[in-house]
Nanobody, 122 residues
C-alpha cells in the first residue's frame, strides 16, 4: 500500500506565505513525477506545479514567480513554497505522485493525497 500525506495548509493573510509538504510512504519501488493541484468547490482540479524525478519543474501561469516546487528524493517528499499569496489562491490543495509499488515495479500508478485547505484572507 502507498500513502500520500499532506501537511502545511491553513489560514494566512494576503501577501503571506505558506509551505505545503507531501510525504509518500509504503511499499514504494520508485517515484516518478510529483505535483500539486488545487480545486475549488464545483470546479475542476487544476495543476499548480509539477516536478520530475530529475528536478525539472513547470508551473501554472497564475503562480509563476510566487510558488516554488521542490522535492527531497531521500524522504519521498514534495514541497510547495507559496509566497505573495492572494485571496484567489484559496482552494483545497492536493499532491499527486506517479509511483511504482514494490509489488508491481513495472507499472506506475497515480496516487493522491487527501487534500489540505489553504485560505487567504484579504
Amino acid at each position: 500500500q502507498v500513502q500520500l500525506v499532506e501537511s502545511g495548509g491553513g489560514l494566512v493573510q494576503a501577501g503571506g506565505s505558506l509551505r505545503l509538504s507531501c510525504a509518500a510512504s509504503g511499499s514504494i519501488f520508485s517515484i516518478n513525477g510529483m505535483g500539486w493541484y488545487r480545486q475549488a468547490s464545483g470546479k475542476q482540479r487544476e495543476l499548480v506545479a509539477g516536478i520530475t524525478s530529475g528536478g525539472s519543474t513547470n508551473y501554472a501561469d497564475s503562480v509563476k514567480g510566487r510558488f516554488t516546487i521542490s522535492r527531497d528524493n531521500a524522504k519521498n517528499t514534495v514541497y510547495l513554497q507559496m509566497t505573495s499569496l492572494k485571496p484567489e489562491d484559496t482552494d483545497v490543495y492536493y499532491c499527486k505522485a506517479r509511483i511504482a509499488g514494490t509489488s508491481h515495479y513495472w507499472r506506475e500508478d497515480d496516487y493522491w493525497g487527501q487534500g489540505t485547505q489553504v485560505t487567504v484572507s484579504s
